[in-house]
């Protein structure tokens, strides 16, 4: 069973959904009993990460998911919440991955970077196993993750940023897998095979 992590961040429906199609029991809780029950974690977000902080602190999640040894897939917020910090109202993160959040240069591109784009980089990861410079991710962001020693893969928008980084059992992606389309469900696929690989 998969467990998603509600934190009052938005788009828990469509994550649900995206289960949904591809049969994986789920729920969406709040409570450490019930994440310590499940098999694997997604932790999606869509938002601020300063009152998302907040919101994960005031059920001690911050620490739970420090602190899980259970496969743990982030999805935008989600996998930004996982680095030390971000311009983001100088917001403090998680501090799994080391480095800091940054806001995209409206002066040489639109801001959010929103809409479909690839791959730039890849490396070989169990998550985007097929997963190819010539599939497209739908993304939704202002700020960006720095390329570092876990990024699996990069995406292009004004500079290279990770589009995909890992990091022992915390797994993120910066686009939105569940409004991917087929390639989106691919890569939710590759992560519940994880998962059941080592239930």
């Known amino acids: 069973m998969i467990a998603i992590i509600n934190y009052e961040a938005g788009n828990l429906a469509s994550v649900s959904n995206a289960l949904k199609r591809l049969n994986e029991e789920h729920i969406?809780?709040?409570?450490?009993?019930?994440?310590?029950?499940a098999d694997g974690i997604i932790f999606p977000g869509v938002g601020h990460a300063q009152p998302a902080m907040q919101s994960l602190q005031k059920n001690d999640l911050d620490n739970w998911i420090k602190e899980t040894e259970k496969p743990v897939l982030g999805i935008c917020l989600g996998m930004q919440l996982f680095y030390d910090s971000s311009e983001e109202g100088e917001s403090k993160g998680l501090g799994i991955i080391p480095g800091n959040l940054k806001k995209f240069d409206s002066s040489k591109a639109k801001v959010p970077h929103m809409g479909w784009n690839t791959f730039s980089n890849i490396h070989t990861h169990p998550l985007i196993d097929s997963l190819t410079k010539e599939h497209y991710f739908y993304y939704v962001h202002s700020f960006y993750a720095p390329v570092n020693e876990y990024t699996v893969a990069t995406c292009n928008y004004t500079q290279d940023f990770t589009s995909v980084v890992c990091k022992?059992?915390?797994?993120?992606?910066?686009?939105?897998?569940?409004?991917s389309g087929k390639v989106g469900s691919l890569l939710?696929?590759?992560?519940?095979?994880h998962v059941h690989k080592i239930e």
């Open 188 to 193: 939710l696929q590759n992560f519940l095979q």
């Open 28 to 37: 969406i809780t709040d409570r450490q009993d019930e994440l310590e029950q």
């Open 168 to 179: 022992d059992n915390f797994w993120g992606v910066q686009f939105h897998p569940e409004k």
